[in-house]
């Protein structure tokens, strides 16, 4: 059992994020939707994060209560198998992350990176200065994108 100002939540439930459905239901109101967020309260926390998943493994995806993706996951790297050392790419892995984060323990502090292919497909330009993403329709048209 979990308590949870002042509820009692089964496991189950607080997988489900059964005290949470409101929020959640929220999510896709409006024109923008959240893909990264992290909070943290004296209750606890919450992180939402996007991906992208390929639509033929979208119904086992959803019959699990675990992430199949965690946060900072989705980066190339090296897998260490049978005393052999291979090279992972990313295109390895069904799921995409649409939201990068990076961590540079004690030098720096965490990056949050779009996908370089969702940049690319839609043409978006950094603006560096403002710390977002902007399309140019025109040139005498932009529109921030991302923040």
């Not at 089964?10 to 990264?36: A, N, S």
Request: negative net charge; aromatic residues 10%.
């Amino acid at each position: 059992m979990t308590y949870l100002l002042g509820q009692t939540l089964t496991e189950t439930d607080r997988l489900l994020q059964v005290h949470r459905l409101t929020e959640i239901e929220k999510i896709f109101d409006g024109p923008w939707v959240v893909l990264y967020e992290s909070t943290r309260t004296d209750s606890g926390s919450a992180t939402r994060f996007c991906a992208l998943l390929a639509d033929d493994c979208l119904p086992g995806a959803s019959q699990n209560w675990y992430w199949d993706l965690a946060i900072g996951a989705g980066l190339p790297g090296y897998i260490e198998s049978d005393g052999k050392l291979w090279y992972e790419q990313p295109r390895s892995n069904p799921i995409e992350p649409l939201i990068f984060v990076r961590d540079f323990p004690g030098a720096r502090p965490s990056e949050i990176e779009i996908s370089e292919e969702f940049r690319h497909f839609h043409n978006l330009c950094s603006d560096h200065a403002e710390g977002r993403l902007i399309r140019i329709l025109s040139i005498r048209e932009t529109h921030p994108q991302l923040c």
